[in-house]
């Protein structure tokens, strides 16, 4: 069995072993918090897809973020030292598509707010990190990572706090790409159609070019994508990949071109005529399909053979990383972890998520290496099938959440 399979199957066992098969990152949450004369204000922001995981064993008749919002007044404190502050107010604001925001207002009187205790979604969710920032007067005052086992942020220590320097988004862009088993998913895909370590290099590097360009792009400003069309096509481009291994091995790749043209089209127009689209939002869907079916024909096509078919690899994923790279500036922009500083997030971030996909890669040839005599021939198949279930799953899902 060839190397590029090997690692593809070690990846694939890698997306099969993580958690949260049905995230895009690891479970997470946000906050900035504002200091006032006689109290503090926050507003928390969560994904649509975290406020879910509160629903085992509860009333599922309950809107997500009424949900949410019980869910964060009950497991929300912030003490003026040793007493605790009354909650004085509570909205439920707008928010960005896929995510709930929530404002809580404390009144703390003449003595000012010294700590906050997040209780949040722990108990749904123990592995779940919330990012928090503090303001006063326009100013930040300090950031911290609050986790199950660290619940509790004393403002009166901010020098000690956990303030996010290079190093900091380095291990962040390391985390998520870990933790992002969609994007792991994909890198399994392009293995597999790699075919050799030569060609699975020149694809790495095309997805790496590719979301470097659209994340610095979307977190400078340049660009602004909608999140939900984002990860909904991020799912597809893993359903694409697995389609084009099989595609790469049989002469009648215009079948395959139409399925993926209409699987597009369709989950377009019922997500249209069910009000979970917009009518602009159509025209991506219609694009991507039109996309997909022009890549497979054009890989499976006589000429595009050699130096041709590799170009067509590094151009294709360079769109694919496109793509992620939206996903990736999506997170880094709707946590709030972006400073006055664009350079030491962007730049930290970036590398920590290319160094995630170095030590991936790694791991996966070690493994594959002392796997090599050991596993079938019909794994490849087996891993491209799933992983094409997987894709189309995220791609509906997505769409209509």
């Not at 019980?70 to 003490?79: E, Q, S």
């Not at 590719?210 to 597809?236: K, N, P, T, W």
């Not at 939002?281 to 041709?308: E, H, K, T, W």
Request: aromatic share 10%; proline share 3%.
């Amino acid at each position: 069995m060839r190397a590029p399979v090997l690692i593809a199957f070690v990846l694939f066992s890698t997306c099969l072993a993580v958690p949260e098969a049905d995230a895009h990152t690891r479970s997470e949450s946000y906050s900035h918090w504002y200091l006032a004369d006689r109290g503090i204000t926050g507003t928390v922001t969560a994904p649509l897809r975290e406020v879910m995981l509160l629903y085992q064993g509860a009333d599922a008749t309950v809107p997500p973020r009424d949900m949410f919002h019980d869910h964060l007044v009950a497991n929300t404190a912030v003490f003026a030292g040793n007493t605790n502050c009354p909650l004085s107010s509570s909205n439920i604001l707008q928010a960005a598509s896929g995510f709930v925001r929530i404002e809580l207002a404390f009144e703390c009187g003449p003595a000012a707010a010294d700590s906050l205790r997040f209780r949040a979604m722990f108990e749904a969710a123990p592995a779940h990190v919330h990012y928090a920032k503090l303001h006063r007067d326009n100013l930040l005052l300090g950031e911290v990572l609050i986790t199950d086992a660290n619940d509790t942020w004393a403002f009166g220590s901010l020098e000690s706090a956990a303030t996010y320097s290079f190093a900091s988004f380095l291990r962040i862009g390391v985390e998520h790409i870990a933790g992002g088993i969609d994007h792991v998913a994909f890198l399994l895909g392009l293995l597999l159609i790699a075919g050799s370590v030569g060609r699975s290099i020149i694809a790495v590097t095309g997805f790496t070019l590719g979301h470097s360009i659209s994340l610095a792009a979307a977190v400078l400003g340049y660009v602004h994508a909608d999140g939900q069309l984002v990860e909904a096509f991020i799912g597809f481009t893993v359903a694409l990949v697995a389609v084009e291994y099989f595609v790469l091995r049989r002469s009648d790749a215009h079948r395959f071109a139409l399925a993926c043209l209409a699987l597009a089209w369709l989950t377009g127009l019922v997500a249209l005529g069910t009000g979970f689209l917009g009518s602009r939002a159509i025209f991506a869907y219609a694009g991507f399909g039109v996309f997909a079916a022009c890549y497979l024909l054009a890989s499976r096509s006589p000429a595009m053979q050699d130096n041709r078919a590799t170009i067509l690899l590094f151009v294709a994923t360079c769109c694919f990383g496109l793509v992620h790279g939206f996903g990736f500036a999506g997170f880094l922009m709707e946590t709030g972890l972006l400073g006055t500083s664009l350079l030491v997030p962007l730049l930290g971030f970036n590398l920590g998520v290319e160094t995630g996909q170095l030590v991936l890669v790694a791991v996966a040839v070690a493994a594959g290496t002392l796997l090599r005599n050991h596993l079938p021939p019909a794994l490849p198949q087996l891993a491209a099938a799933a992983l094409c279930g997987i894709g189309v799953f995220w791609f509906v899902s997505r769409t209509i959440a």
